[in-house]
């Protein structure tokens, strides 16, 4: 996986891309936190094989738990937002799903079952430049973790910088 904290600043940029005028703290906390979810599978690796459907980058990596996360989310907080769920329903499910393609660029770890529950095959983009992050947060505080972390700076935050200024732009072009 990036950390947990390049997942969520994934989400923070993608939701530049959604976000409606002065959205509440909200908006921004679940989509961060749709982001890292996934990850609560690792806590499984005690019980369950990483390579079961249950088991690490399993189903809570896909693109339907994806879905079932966004729209459980929305039912709890975000059922009177203006205009309509659509927009927070269609931010959470891309913030939940990016965690899986962006753990899908890693170089380590296990496959991401992004289609399950339809196949469990794992799967992996054929360009994978993230350094995987360590599981331990003590690990992820050595050598080995600042390399990780400035391959993440590099293959995520930075393009997620470019994403937030071009919403910016197109925003402020609009409102001209
Ligand atoms: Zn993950």
Redesign the pocket.
């Known amino acids: 996986?990036p950390s947990i904290f390049t997942h969520a600043a994934a989400a923070l940029a993608l939701g530049t891309a959604f976000r409606a005028p002065s959205p509440p703290a909200r908006f921004w906390v679940a989509g961060a936190l749709c982001a890292v979810v996934?990850?609560l599978d690792a806590f499984a690796l005690r019980w369950v094989p990483y390579d079961h459907v249950l088991g690490h980058?399993g189903i809570t990596?896909s693109i339907a738990f994806a879905a079932v996360c966004a729209a459980a989310v929305v039912a709890a907080a975000f059922r009177s937002w203006p205009g309509g769920p659509a927009v927070p329903l269609a931010y959470l499910w891309i913030a939940t799903a990016s965690?899986g393609l962006l753990?899908m660029f890693t170089d380590g770890g296990g496959g991401v079952a992004l289609l399950a529950p339809f196949t469990d095959e794992r799967l992996f983009f054929p360009w994978r430049p993230i350094l995987v992050s360590p599981m331990s947060a003590s690990r992820f505080f050595t050598e080995r973790g600042a390399r990780v972390f400035a391959s993440e700076l590099r293959w995520v935050w930075l393009p997620c910088a470019v994403l937030v200024v071009a919403c910016i732009a197109v925003r402020r072009r609009r409102q001209r």
């Open positions: 996986m996934p990850d980058r990596h965690h753990d």
